[in-house]
């Protein structure tokens, strides 16, 4: 992931004080969209006056939600859209003060015909970094992942993939443009095969009905 800090100034003269300050921040793969989005991103900041602008890298985490920086429900929606329509896929990344909580979903699947993807338990960086190649391998080479399937992941662990039966109570972006027909895939790092006990449990609770356990979502087997 690449950091930015856009600096605001009430003039053009970079020696001016600044008079703010915007953290963003962009994978390297998505530097093209970064470009076309300055347009909304400069009228968020100046709130439409005239300022001058400085870019540079930025040493600190910037905010991780667009509705939590400011932006409003229609401009999140256009920015996934733009997504999706630029790579064919976009990722939405929810926090949690709970790190075991925050998960990470893929919405852009289901228009190519496949399970959208699922990760819980990891940061921000990391999840775009393991949905968006996996994203990419479904969209351009037209892989196909299913209920306990297995990929390579970092050349050393595994993925162990699981149907997510109540996936329409948490995939809410992609609910809301693809309905019913949305299904998704969760996604497990396991070091090895055969996945641990309760996983291999938990996906035969899972398999042909699609039910999976009783107890709440967050209770249930993770191995990430």
């Known amino acids: 992931m690449l950091l930015?800090?856009?600096?605001?100034?009430?003039?053009?003269?970079?020696g001016q004080r600044e008079v703010g300050q915007r953290s963003i921040e962009s994978c390297p793969e998505m530097l093209p969209e970064l470009s076309t989005n300055f347009e909304l991103l400069v009228a968020k900041l100046s709130g439409g006056s005239t300022l001058g602008m400085s870019i540079g890298r930025s040493p600190r985490r910037p905010a991780m939600c667009l509705q939590c920086d400011g932006f409003s429900n229609e401009e999140v929606e256009l920015q996934i859209t733009n997504t999706i329509r630029m790579y064919g896929n976009a990722v939405q990344f929810i926090e949690n003060p709970d790190p075991t909580k925050t998960f990470g979903y893929t919405v852009g699947l289901?228009?190519?015909g496949h399970p959208e993807f699922l990760v819980r338990g990891l940061d921000m960086v990391t999840t775009c970094e393991l949905l968006n190649p996996l994203a990419q391998r479904v969209i351009t080479t037209g892989e196909i992942f299913g209920h306990q399937h297995t990929a390579h992941y970092l050349g050393q662990q595994l993925l162990y993939f699981m149907r997510l039966p109540d996936a329409?109570?948490?995939?809410?972006?992609?609910?809301?443009?693809?309905?019913?027909?949305?299904?998704?895939?969760?996604?497990?790092?396991?070091?090895?095969?055969p996945p641990p006990p309760e996983l291999l449990a938990e996906a035969a609770r899972r398999d042909g009905t699609g039910c999976g356990s009783d107890t709440s979502w967050w209770g249930r087997p993770s191995a990430n």
């Open 4 to 14: 930015f800090e856009v600096r605001w100034l009430p003039g053009t003269d970079a």
């Open 110 to 112: 289901t228009a190519h």
């Open 168 to 193: 329409g109570a948490h995939l809410l972006e992609a609910v809301v443009r693809y309905g019913t027909a949305m299904t998704a895939l969760e996604i497990h790092i396991i070091d090895s095969w």
